[in-house]
């Protein structure tokens, strides 16, 4: 079993920044593909970011890309989004996610552990 708490999440201007991080509980964090998902009021939980299990590989849905940077560091059983250019778009509450599975995936419905989630509010 995996237990994810976020944190970082908050209150920024239209083009500012913020780092979430995503603290994973148990030995196995390691082997698990780490994805990030938002859900704004009123719309369906959508993917954001991926990252194997190395982090050699990572995937961005198109509205994030050049703007948002999934990492981990596994001695540390935690794994980051840093954001900037951030957009009231972007507002959102954000989930962390893992999948105990090598492939990356983009449907919520891949994943097998999910956090509480934390706020993201960008304001214009």
């Known amino acids: 079993q995996v237990q994810l708490v976020e944190s970082g999440g908050g209150l920024v201007q239209a083009g500012g920044s913020l780092r979430l991080s995503c603290a994973a509980s148990?030995?196995?964090?390691?082997?698990?593909?780490m994805g990030w998902f938002r859900q704004a009021p009123g719309k369906e939980r959508e993917f954001v970011a991926a990252?194997?299990?190395?982090?050699?590989?990572?995937y961005y849905t198109d509205s994030v890309k050049g703007r948002f940077t999934i990492s981990r560091d596994n001695a540390k059983n935690t794994v980051y989004l840093q954001m900037n250019s951030l957009k009231p778009e972007d507002t959102a509450v954000y989930y962390c996610a893992g999948r105990r599975a090598p492939d990356m995936a983009v449907s919520s419905s891949g994943y097998n552990y999910w956090g509480q989630g934390t706020q993201v509010t960008v304001s214009s």
């Open positions: 148990g030995r196995t964090f390691s082997r698990y593909v």
């Open positions: 990252i194997n299990w190395s982090g050699s590989s990572t």
